[in-house]
């Protein structure tokens, strides 16, 4: 509820109104068999004139409860659609403020389900309250008392229907509550899957694995239809049961005291009132008992949405005032270890770039080459250590002016559906023509963006299917320089590349971004020939740093790399 209240606060107007209503619904319900019961009496006593006046007063009464259930219905539609929203979208804003770690912890599954599912849930059953919440207690109330104002001497009958029907339900919904939770569970499961299945089409198609994942697939879903076939069976028993109990009831009503209608046959109004007032009475405990179960799947919801406005931002920038940094980078004894991890994958690394300077960063795979350079936008923090950028430690630094100064090429090129310029955009909101020409010039992506159909505005489809591996490697090269960035890096960026173009690029880069401290990463020697300074990787320690000359004479390591890649060239 915690989570809840601050976003219902918003509605306080829209929930009186819904309230309003829904009172004046529960009120117009239990006065019918009231007016109904005097008109039976008055069609007995064949007095027309009543039963004319209290005809027009039972339609009168319908219609304002058909009116006031109308305006319930909007009120409370306005709230719960809005609550859902709001959460949406104050979900949305905590996890774009969330590290990689976050991320990573809470899995990427896992906060769609929260997100779609969750708020659903949480959704309906705000619904739900308005429309019921003070409808049950005062039906109940009402009832009960309007009930044995009719018939004081049945008033045993209605605790001992209220009691048969409170056992059926503490019994059945008991059950379903555990099982809603672990529907949420195989719903999130499911999607995961799915999810998974989608994005490694071409792998599950090319190592033919379509029916070990339908069928890794097909028993989570079965897992989940299993579940809901016993929920829907609880609920095929409930329903009967309870009417079972409420018909008996009325039978044994009119059962006791059916006799009396011969000597007074006003009686008959009485039974009906009577046994209107405990199908309200069975109608106002089953809605609360629904209500309780599907609120404890709402509540299940609600502290899975809970848990991510509490989970603290992994990394924190401070609110200081923006500042135009240099493109100096500066590694002093910096470890890291991957959150859950035993062991640094980054072991007292120190180095420093100079603005302008271009550093190629070589080592086997694994050797935490990516992970060094993630550093430097502050992706991640490290344990020990310091890194500065432009002199500052990045700690200290403004988010917006520590991600303006450093453009990060990814190892996986990732494109936005939408169009060309939509993308490129993401790297400079206020990129003219001009200034996509001319980074798509350096990237080696103006011959191909030319030849499609709209240019910059052709279309990028889902998960940018319709390019292949090297145009969106150009793309991603061409969204990171068109910000004149003062650090660029590149994590193995050219991979798809060919050796021409890869040489084309670099080139690029010399000519119209000499001022920029370019990071290359790679595991080819010839990506990073021509670099200033190269760091060698070995374990996440450096192993060798100088330029390609200096580490060829002297670097051990280096130059083993060096001789096994020159000899597969050459074969
Ligand atoms: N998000 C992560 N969480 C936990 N461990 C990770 C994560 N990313 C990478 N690692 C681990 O850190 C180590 C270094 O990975 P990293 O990607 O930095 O290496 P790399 O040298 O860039 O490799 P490659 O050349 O294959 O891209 C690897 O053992 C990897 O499994």
Redesign the pocket.
Known sequence: MKTLIPFLKRYNKDIFFASLGVIIVAFATLWQPHLLQDMISAIISSDRSNVVNLGMQLIALAIIGIIAGVFNTYFAAKVAQGVAADMREATYRKIQSFS?SNI?ELSSANLVVRMTNDINQVQLIVMNFLQQIMRVPILFVGAFILAVMTLPQLWWMIIVMMIAIILVCAFSFSKMGKYFGKIQTYIENNNRLARENLMGMRVVKSFVQEDSQFKTFSKSSDDMTGLTIVIGNLFSILIPSFFLIGNLAVAASIFLIGDIINTNPAMLASINAFTQYLMQILFAIITAGLMMTTSSRAFVSLKRLQEIFETKPGLQFPDVAPEKLSGSVEFDHVSFT????DEP?IKDVSFSAKPGEQVGIV??????????A?LIPRLYDPQEGTVKVGGKNIKDVNQKSLQGTISFVL?RSTLFSGTIAENLRQGNENATLEDMKWAANIAQASEFIEKLDGKYDAKVEERSANFSGGQKQRLSITRGVISHPEILIL??STSALDAQSEKRVQEGLDRDLNGTTTFI?S?KISSIIHANKIIV?DH?QIVGIGTHDDLVKNNNYYQEIYNTQIAKEDK
């Open positions: 990689l990573e991957y959150p859950g991890d994958t080592g086997a795979t694994g050797s935490g080459k990516s992970t060094l993630q190892q994590d193995d990463i595991e990787l996440g």
